[in-house]
């Protein structure tokens, strides 16, 4: 029987075994649902105030916010796109993993403490403490909105793919359906359960992660008697790249713009997290700026413990499976972690069906909870900063402000309804990465300057801002991203004339240079007065609210 007869049929019976357990995976997967539903539903209920809307009441603890942060941040890239990118491309996917880890020193040095200090619910708050409020609020209302758009594509991409799977559905009309649904999921957690259903879904979902990584990483190792080299050596050959599988190049490094692409990735990925909105609206649901801190250390523990796990969980999908497989159910790799699982358990077995089930619904909780975590940071930015400070110029009642949040939820998630529809075949990790450069190249320049220039004015946080929005936004749309390549979204049109797949190389040094220009070149005097404020309440937390 020669090898892709074999595999083939590995396929047919992996199908037919699924279709067998399908009421069993479908119920599972239901009673997940239901049960984040539910704690949505409780939650909702203690949120009375516009500050357990936003803030979650600022009653979470250290332990709890690091739980939730890190349920935030592993999100559907993590799990399904950095597995899939390890399983095709062996080292040069392992490169997610350790960007994505990285960031978070950035995020604890520069970040953690001066915001928790000198914010109340939103990025906007900070920016506009010392600048003109309407246009500085106006400009990170639009700017928390786009990178949550952009990375709400990524996770609507990981929903469709993995019900697919398991519901067995291969035709387009039943994968935009899936994503409608996982849309309307999320409008329901974020209208009814506020910060507080949110925070509470996450703290669940990143144990259940946990859980079921660890279960996973120790099965794959115990298939090779707990040899690592084993493992990589079986990966590497199975994977037809043989020893260049488990060196630099498969990816990035063949051609000098590979090389390029590889830096500018890296770079969006260490300085993105920093300016992502809703990372940073988490930093508000603890009531003090040491427990912003500590929370962090929690999440970088909890982190990189499960950034670990995917280099297992990767090479063994290598290794186990192989990627003619891994690519037969989705071209771009986001598939390889549940297959793994029901490889794990047995194809064909109840025990595959019930471990591929378990560890999808999994995956799903972290769609739902980090997709709801980036609506809840767009529409609040959108009700606090535009709605009540620039529309109504702060005399809306925060009964108005929470109405205007939730139709802001609504309509934010129907158009990621729609985007991520069409973008739904992209590889997931690749998507966040492009979320990352657009908040590293909009919202970190204005974020460091705010901190820490005295100089900085309101021109210089409106050119920084829209700058770096606007030229991350247009070189990702001529990129191969778009256009002019098999996986791209719009694979028959070629508009391309940039060379690279993340624009970070470009947008990131242009937000920060244009940040400087704009309020070099300003004619408006920066209040010394309002920084020195702002100084000593990032610093120590004096009137933090």
Request: hydrophobic share 55%; glycine share 10%; no cysteine.
């Amino acid at each position: 029987m020669s090898a892709a007869h074999h595999s083939h049929a590995v396929i047919q019976l992996a199908a037919s075994s699924t279709t067998e357990h399908r009421p069993l995976i479908i119920s599972l997967f239901a009673v997940f649902v239901a049960a984040t539903l539910g704690i949505t539903v409780w939650a909702g209920r203690q949120t009375k105030s516009a500050s357990d809307f936003y803030a979650g009441g600022r009653q979470f603890t250290a332990f709890q916010n690091g739980l939730a942060v890190s349920g935030d941040y592993m999100s559907a890239a993590s799990f399904l796109g950095i597995a899939g990118a390890i399983a095709l491309f062996g080292y040069d996917g392992f490169l997610y993993s350790i960007g994505f880890l990285v960031a978070w020193l950035v995020a604890l040095l520069l970040v953690a403490e001066p915001l928790r200090n000198s914010g109340r619910y939103t990025m906007g708050d900070v920016l506009a403490y010392r600048m003109r409020q309407r246009p500085v609020r106006t400009a990170a209302g639009v700017s928390t909105i786009v990178v949550s758009i952009f990375y709400l594509l990524a996770q609507m991409a990981g929903a469709g793919v993995l019900v697919s799977l398991l519901l067995g559905i291969t035709s387009d009309a039943g994968k935009i359906l899936i994503v409608a649904l996982v849309g309307v999921l999320m409008i329901v957690y974020v209208t009814i359960g506020g910060m507080k259903g949110t925070t509470w879904v996450q703290m669940v979902k990143a144990v259940l992660l946990i859980a079921g990584a660890l279960l996973m990483t120790l099965m794959v190792l115990w298939k090779f008697d707990f040899n690592v080299s084993d493992l990589l050596g079986t990966a590497a050959e199975k994977s037809g790249h043989g020893a260049a599988f488990l060196e630099p190049g498969l990816k990035y490094g063949a051609t000098g713009v590979s090389k390029l692409d590889f830096i500018s990735l890296g770079i969006a990925l260490v300085l993105g997290t920093a300016g992502l909105p809703h990372i940073l609206i988490r930093f508000y649901t603890v009531p003090t700026a040491k427990a912003a801190r500590k929370s962090v250390n929690w999440a970088i523990g909890i982190i990189g413990a499960f950034y670990l796990m995917t280099i297992a969980l990767g090479f063994g999908a290598a290794a186990l499976i192989g990627p003619e497989e891994i690519k037969a159910k989705n071209p771009a790799g986001n598939a390889a972690a549940p297959q793994l699982a029901e490889y794990l358990g047995g194809v064909g077995t109840t025990g595959g069906a019930v471990l591929l089930a378990v560890i999808s619904a999994v995956a799903f909780a972290t769609i739902l909870a980090v997709v709801a975590g980036l609506t809840l940071a767009s529409s609040s930015s959108f009700a606090h900063d535009i709605y009540a400070n620039v529309i109504r110029r702060g005399q809306a009642t925060e009964k108005e402000e929470m109405r205007a949040a939730r139709w802001a939820t609504v309509a934010i998630g129907i158009v990621s309804i729609a985007l991520g529809a069409m973008a739904r075949d992209l590889n997931v990790a690749g998507l966040v990465a492009l979320a990352f450069a657009v908040a590293a190249s909009a919202n970190l320049p204005t974020i460091l300057y705010s901190l820490f220039w005295k100089r900085f004015t309101t021109q210089g946080a409106l050119w920084s801002i829209y700058g770096g929005l606007a030229s991350s936004v247009l070189l990702v749309l001529f990129s191969p991203v778009v256009s002019g390549k098999a996986s791209s979204m719009f694979p028959d049109a070629d508009f391309a004339w940039f060379p690279l797949e993340n624009p970070g190389l470009i947008s990131i040094p242009l937000g920060f240079l244009l940040g400087w220009i704009g309020s070099v070149v300003s004619k408006e005097e920066p209040d010394a007065g309002k920084y020195a404020e702002l100084e000593v309440k990032s610093l120590t937390g004096t009137g933090a609210h």
